[in-house]
């Protein structure tokens, strides 16, 4: 294999999370990241993946919560959910566009019966 520079923070995250069958294993996105790009191979059931990000725990909470994540049309006035986010495919995302945070991929099918590792590369400042 070749070598290159590469001017990412690269990443890898199981999906899905041990004892689990669609949400994968949640990753933070470091303090400088412009882009992510998920480079997610083929799914089980060509199955697609969602966004969320994991909300901030209140003194109270007991279990994590997690929400979809949508950006906002400023043009349309409307939230678009980051979700259909293609199997067997590099997909980037602006950061601006996730909230950044601790974040979570989440696949549309049963993905326990074959595991993958997802491929998250940050480029940062």
């Not at 994540?69 to 979700?83: E, K, P, R």
């Not at 549309?108 to 993958?116: M, T, Y």
Request: charged share 10%; glycine share 8%; aromatic share 4%.
């Amino acid at each position: 294999m070749a070598n290159y520079g590469w001017n990412v923070v690269p990443g890898r995250v199981l999906m899905p999370k041990a004892g689990q069958t669609v949400n994968g294993v949640p990753f933070s996105v470091p303090a400088s990241a412009l882009v992510i790009q998920l480079q997610i191979p083929a799914l089980t059931s060509s199955a697609t993946c969602k966004l969320q990000s994991l909300v901030v725990p209140l003194n109270d909470q007991v279990a994590d919560v997690w929400q979809d994540v949508s950006t906002f049309n400023l043009a349309g006035g409307t939230a678009i959910a980051l979700s259909g986010i293609p199997d067997n495919a590099t997909t980037t995302i602006p950061i601006t566009a996730t909230g950044a945070g601790v974040l979570r991929l989440v696949a549309s099918a049963d993905q326990s019966s074959a595991p993958v590792d997802i491929t998250v590369a940050f480029m940062c400042l």
